[in-house]
């Protein structure tokens, strides 16, 4: 906990003293370096004082407190930035001028997940006021326990996150409640902290994907969540980084391993003031490649990394653009699986996987190089070295874009299209005909209805049991509110990695999709989303789910053209399909040398493969349910089923003006850092 303010309280001469305001540590225990507040019978203000402190977002009288006799109080937010109160099992945000009750062992937050104190009554008054020891410690212990539950506050790390509809529903306490009872669903899944519970045996992890870890949380909220070194490591003796963003400064620093790997090939999407910086900065073994981008206002905005080791190669699929913020402040999602080499005597022959992975490495174009490992041999390293890695065992469908005007066969290669034509090909549960779908990512395209129809198209593809297509789903669009931006943990410049201008945000017929970002049970409703996802879903069940590099736009899926013959596609990206099928239990790792039972895997092919069933963090089995099908849980950090957008509701545009301050003070636009060598 940081070195707590200086508070004001009214003069106590007149009063007698009630009990304390106690201050908490991060481990929600008593924090002795700090001084009890004394907390009098009346008016109490608690706030910042004339001493200058760092943290500018606590106001001089920031909160005022009427103590009864008995010990109850009411609380008024004076300040501009906003309050938590955890009473019982209830947790309140109380923002400028609102107010609310706290009792003894309630814990007040002065800035969402900082400077939490609990509110103690001393002995005397709680004797008098009827409240026995026992209650008293039940209600700290309760505190405690929800604190760590619920503490999206601690999540906020610094800020207000108050969603404009829970705002204006909190005017009266009871509309509140109504609105969670109108949403039960919601209200039962926020409360259960679903990710604590979120564990995966070794053997199980390429069959889901995880989240990357962000700072700040509370250890449950980054239960099973990796960092950048938990995926980078071993004896790596060639890698290939791919992504949009490239902050060397942070990444050699972040992963010093890095530094050690003999031979590394970054292909980046970066502009070329960034990249004369990456050039006169990058290690000598490092070589840099850019893409060809042959339509204009194409990226090369694909993510994901492939570390060659002794064993194997490790593939790794993930939405991080490799700098500081994406790695720490922000919802990310990472996918990996490692693969062994083949066996030079008996080659395997190649899969699904090999083909599409080997077929996108193809089209990047980098220059061919000689690469010698130890006790291997040399190799050229280019598109079809990759194919001497046994991958009959992925767990995935790897969906793919190349800039292009795709005709012929390779219509059905890339994009929108490729997802399509992998749907068809597999047969789900007859609970998803015609079942909703939803598409969740940070960047809007400027968008049209034939093309939203063209594209729901594909993403409804696929057949039901009785081999009758599944039909059309109708999306909903999860996409964060200006007030999920300006109480985020970042504040507004998280809204700089949503960088969809008013023109795209602000089309009529966008509004039907509109979906709020809710993600209470992942810890994550104010880490704002830069992963992407997209899925067919039947409540907390998935019939398939797609975790990708790809936003919403015709530049990352393409546009079918002349007739549906020809698709056209702007950028490079990458993603995974998870699909209700598993290959194989023998678990393969590159970097833990002790032998696996080699279990006898499934084909490639989907119709010899074991069935599963893919489900969310907050499905629940049901008491009388019997399934032969084994549960993979996908931790999606959003709620499904979305809650749509309420009338006070305004989607999140980086080209408009907010002067409403954000959790920091500050307004937007401003300037943003996003690379080490940037001018603060």
């Known amino acids: 906990m940081p070195v707590g303010p200086f508070f004001a309280l009214s003069s106590p001469m007149a009063q007698p003293q009630i009990g304390h305001l106690v201050p908490l540590d991060q481990n929600l225990q008593e924090d002795a370096s700090i001084a009890k507040i004394p907390v009098f019978r009346g008016l109490n203000f608690v706030g910042r004082n004339s001493v200058s402190l760092s943290d500018k977002r606590l106001s001089r009288n920031h909160l005022a407190l009427t103590v009864s006799p008995d010990g109850s109080a009411t609380v008024i937010v004076e300040g501009t930035n906003p309050v938590v109160v955890n009473s019982g099992n209830n947790r309140e945000k109380l923002c400028s001028r609102e107010n609310g009750t706290i009792r003894n062992g309630d814990v007040i937050e002065l800035i969402p997940g900082h400077y939490m104190f609990k509110y103690v009554i001393s002995d005397t008054e709680k004797s008098s006021s009827g409240h026995g020891r026992e209650a008293d410690e039940g209600n700290a212990a309760s505190s405690r326990k929800r604190l760590r539950q619920t503490s999206e506050a601690k999540v906020s790390s610094s800020n ?215 006790n291997l041999g040399s190799f050229t390293i280019n598109s079809s070295f990759f194919r001497k890695f046994d991958y009959s065992n992925a767990e995935v469908r790897l969906i793919a874009s190349v800039p292009g005007y795709h005709t012929g066969v390779n219509l059905k290669k890339w994009g929108h299209v490729k997802l399509r034509t992998v749907l068809q090909e597999c047969t789900f549960d007859r609970e998803f005909k015609k079942s909703p779908l939803v598409y969740q990512f940070s960047s809007l395209g400027s968008l049209d209805e034939k093309w939203m129809a063209e594209f729901a198209s594909s993403m409804s593809s696929g057949l039901s049991e009785d081999k009758t297509p599944l039909g059309p789903g109708e999306p909903l669009i999860i996409w964060p509110t200006v007030e999920d931006v300006r109480c985020s943990l970042e504040g507004y410049a998280a809204g700089n990695a949503i960088p969809s201008p008013l023109k795209n945000v602000e089309k009529a017929f966008l509004k039907k999709y509109w979906a709020k970002w809710k993600a209470s049970h992942s810890g994550r409703s104010h880490a704002m989303p830069h992963i992407k996802t997209f899925a067919r879903y039947n409540d907390q069940k998935l019939a398939w789910f797609l975790l990708t590099s790809a936003n919403l736009s015709k530049a990352a899926w393409g546009a079918l053209q002349k007739n549906n013959s020809q698709l056209m596609i702007r950028s490079y990206e990458l993603g995974v399909l998870f699909l209700p099928f598993k290959r194989c239990s023998f678990r393969f790792s590159c970097t833990n040398t002790v032998s696996q039972p080699e279990d006898k895997c499934g084909s490639s092919d989907n119709s010899k493969a074991q069935k599963t069933e893919l489900v969310t963090l907050n499905w629940q089995r049901s008491s009388n349910a019997v399934s032969l099908s084994e549960i993979v849980k996908l931790p999606l950090p959003y709620e499904l089923p979305p809650q749509p957008y309420s009338s006070e509701d305004v989607p999140w545009s980086w080209d408009r003006t907010y002067n409403k301050k954000d959790v920091y003070g500050q307004v937007w636009p401003r300037q943003v850092k996003l690379y080490s060598h940037q001018d603060s």
């Not at 995966?200 to 509370?218: I, M």
């Not at 080791?309 to 653009?321: C, D, L």
């Open 160 to 374: 207000s996150k108050i969603i404009e509809l829970e705002k204006n529903s909190r005017v009266e306490g009871s509309n509140s409640m109504a609105e969670n009872s109108r949403n039960s669903l919601s209200k039962k899944d926020s409360s259960e902290e679903a990710i604590r519970h979120f564990h995966v045996s070794p053997d199980k992890l390429a069959l889901t994907f995880r989240l990357l870890r962000v700072q700040g949380l509370p250890q449950w909220a980054n239960t099973s969540c990796v960092s950048i070194e938990d995926v980078i490591q071993g004896d790596i003796l060639f890698a290939v980084l791919s992504n949009y963003m490239v902050d060397i400064d942070w990444l050699l620093s972040a992963s010093p391993l890095l530094s050690k790997i003999p031979k590394v090939l970054v292909v980046n999407g970066e502009g070329d003031g960034t990249l004369d910086h990456m050039k006169r900065i990058k290690p000598a073994n490092w070589i840099l490649h850019k893409p060809p981008l042959p339509i204009s206002f194409g990226t090369h905005h694909s993510k994901a990394m492939l570390l060659v080791y002794p064993r194997g190669v490790r593939i790794i699929i993930h939405t991080a653009n490799l700098i500081y913020v994406d790695w720490n402040n922000k919802t990310q999602g990472l996918w990996m699986q490692d693969f062994p080499w083949k066996e030079q005597n008996n080659p395997s022959k190649g899969c699904a996987f090999e083909n599409d992975l080997t077929d996108y490495l193809s089209a990047l174009k980098w220059p061919e190089f000689s690469v010698n490992f130890p």
